[in-house]
Structure formats: structure tokens, C-alpha cells
């Protein structure tokens, strides 16, 4: 890894564990992250491609696999999550029921806005935005917008 291709503002928590990874492009344009965000590997692995940009407060944990193309760019406290607490074992604080996980996907030239969260097993394609606050769940094709909760395609975006 070129050092020099990945920015990380003071205040930022990267955090690997039970055999996690995080893996930042070297190639290519740099990777910004800034203040206030997490990027944790808590047994799975987050790789973000050259480019990408972090807003302040932006969340990132994997406990199995995340996915992140070129030129990404996340608005102010964006989240992304390829696992949810199980709770549906009644006698077992929550906590200590482990996770149900599915790998996340989120193509080149995306768009997160402020606020916006994608959850497990999403696949975000290529050229797709998200507005703000919006919660995406399943596949998104490409060049769209989409929000919304769950967020839904608003309308086509450009293509040329």
C-alpha cells in the first residue's frame, strides 16, 4: 500500500479483530477519510477503492464482507453494516446472540448522502446515488437515484 493514497484526519477509529481486515487501494486517486469515523473489521474484511471519500461521523462494520469501488463518496454520517444482531432467542440477552451476516456491495462512482444507511446483503451498482437518510436493503441496478426507507428509485440518471 502507497501510504501516501489514503488521508486519515485525526479523531478516526480503525479497528480490526478476530482476524479482520481492512484494505485500502493503492492505486490511483487518494482515500480520505475524515474525523469522527469508524472503520471496524470485527472478523471480516472492508475493502475500499482508491478515491473514495468519507464524511465526518461515517460508520463501516464488517463482521463478514464490505465492498467498496472507486470514487465513492459518503456525506456526513453515512453507515454501513453486513450484519444485524439475532434476537429472536427469548431467554438470551440480545448482545450475546451473535449476528446474522451477508457480504455488501457498493459499486464505482456512488453516491451516499448524509445519513444514509445500507444494510446486509446490499449491492449497490455502479454510477447510483442515495439521498439523504435513506436506508437501502437488496439491489440497486445502475445509474439511479434512490431514496427513501426503504430506498426506492426515484428516477434514471445520466448516463453520458
Partial sequence: MNILKVYVEAGVRIRTSGGGTIR???????????RGCDLIA???????????????????????RIDIGSDVMFGPNASVFDSDHRCEIGAIPFRRQGFITSPVSIGSNVWIGQGGVVTKGSQIADSTAIAANSVV??????????????????????TS
Fill in 24 to 34: 485500502f487501494a493503492s492505486n490511483g486517486d487518494r482515500i480520505y477519510v475524515s
Fill in 42 to 64: 470485527s472478523g471480516g474484511s472492508i475493502s475500499i477503492g482508491h478515491g473514495t471519500f468519507f464524511n465526518k461521523g461515517c460508520t463501516v462494520v464488517s463482521h463478514d
Fill in 137 to 158: 436493503r437488496g439491489v440497486l441496478p445502475p445509474n439511479g437515484l434512490y431514496g427513501g426507507i426503504p430506498a426506492k428509485r426515484l428516477r434514471e440518471l445520466g
